[in-house]
């Protein structure tokens, strides 16, 4: 039994949840989620909280469990707090700026790069070098931090670049001047 998938996830107030047709969907607060679910797990909502359980003991049933419970439970999060990312930015004359729905990151590169947001997601830069990604759907918030880092970076030798706020970069020692 998955130790993951046995637990039930509770609701909060304010959320709604309902399960039909392979298809659940979470709506609170902050939003509304929608995610489809394969047939090799039941969901039932009973008495404010979603219990998932599989179907049958096949290895695909047992890896579904799993995951759609921290999916369900996801979303649950998602739609009563959201989520966020912080991304910061080092290096001499590196800078973001929001522009309506586009980010505009000079990077040190002779042109700038344009990201477009997506409309599920907030984006707000500061000029310290920080990057606030917040959204109710966390896939969403770490691939658009992750596709902004992959921009620049962090490198080893100086540690500029774009890096996670929680994130420790491994310094390497340069060249020593002895010759």
């Not at 369900?72 to 930015?89: A, D, F, H, Q």
Request: glycine share 12%; no cysteine.
């Amino acid at each position: 039994m998955s130790r993951i998938g046995k637990l039930p996830v509770a609701v909060p107030a304010g959320v709604k949840i309902t399960a039909a047709s392979g298809l659940i969907t979470v709506e609170g607060p902050k939003g509304k989620l929608t995610q489809d679910y394969n047939d090799l797990v039941e969901i039932k909502i009973e008495n404010n909280h979603v219990v998932v359980s599989r179907v049958n003991d096949t290895k695909p049933a047992r890896s579904a469990h799993g995951l759609y419970r921290s999916l369900i439970s996801n979303m649950v999060t998602g739609v009563t707090t959201g989520y966020t990312k912080t991304l910061i930015i080092n290096g001499v004359g590196f800078r973001a700026e929001v522009q309506g729905k586009l980010l505009v990151l000079n990077l040190g590169y002779s042109n700038d790069f344009i990201a477009g947001i997506p409309e599920n997601l907030t984006v707000t830069a500061d000029n310290q070098g920080k990057i606030i990604i917040s959204g109710i759907d966390k896939q969403a918030v770490g691939e658009y931090a992750a596709e902004i880092r992959k921009l620049r970076k962090p490198e080893p030798y100086k540690g500029k670049g774009i890096r996670y706020d929680n994130e420790t970069i491994r310094r390497k020692v340069g060249k020593s001047g002895v010759k």
